[in-house]
């Protein structure tokens, strides 16, 4: 059964000073939504075709325009598949933050299988490197050098070292066969 249109004088006269002021497609569509249904009794399966749209996509641009007086409601962002509250977060990083304050070096894995211990179910441990991200934790030092590297020999190696590098000579057969 199809959606039956309800609209009042004021939504179809809304639309008609769209229709007849804006300079745009999408803003001519919109109002044409409505109109399509109201005045030239098409049903909506039949209008949207006739626009070149989806039936989502119509009872979308009817919405806006019937709800274009309103103050505008939230975005549709935030975080609708959040294993944990922020507050139950903090609760579960609290313990590893009174270690880290005592000068332990923290690793992820452990915090990880606590985490998936506490939830009962197998994670990706991306996750666990996102809640440490939302909580402002990060890594005390970069991984930027070998940890065994030696500056002053590497140093020394630059400045002693020749400039192009030259294979050894090596010995030929004819020159093994004359010793």
Request: hydrophobic fraction near 35%; proline fraction near 6%.
């Amino acid at each position: 059964m199809a959606r039956t249109v309800q609209f009042n004088e004021s939504h179809l006269e809304q639309a008609r000073n769209i229709r007849d002021k804006t300079h745009r497609a999408s803003d001519v569509i919109k109002a044409l939504a409505i109109l399509l249904p109201a005045e030239a009794k098409l049903n909506t399966k039949d209008a949207a075709r006739v626009l070149g749209i989806s039936e989502r996509t119509l009872f979308r641009h009817q919405a806006d325009i019937r709800n274009q007086d309103a103050p505008p409601k939230a975005s549709w962002g935030g975080r609708r598949n959040a294993l944990l509250s922020l507050e139950e977060e903090e609760a579960f990083l609290a313990p590893w933050i009174a270690k880290a304050e005592c000068g332990g070096v923290l690793t992820v894995p452990p915090i990880h299988h606590a985490l998936m211990e506490r939830l009962g179910e197998k994670i990706p441990i991306s996750t666990t490197y996102r809640i440490l991200a939302r909580h402002g934790w990060r890594k005390v030092e970069p991984d930027t050098r070998h940890p065994k590297s030696d500056p002053e020999a590497q140093a020394d190696f630059k400045k002693n070292s020749l400039r192009r590098w030259q294979p050894l000579a090596r010995k030929t057969s004819t020159d093994c066969l004359s010793d």
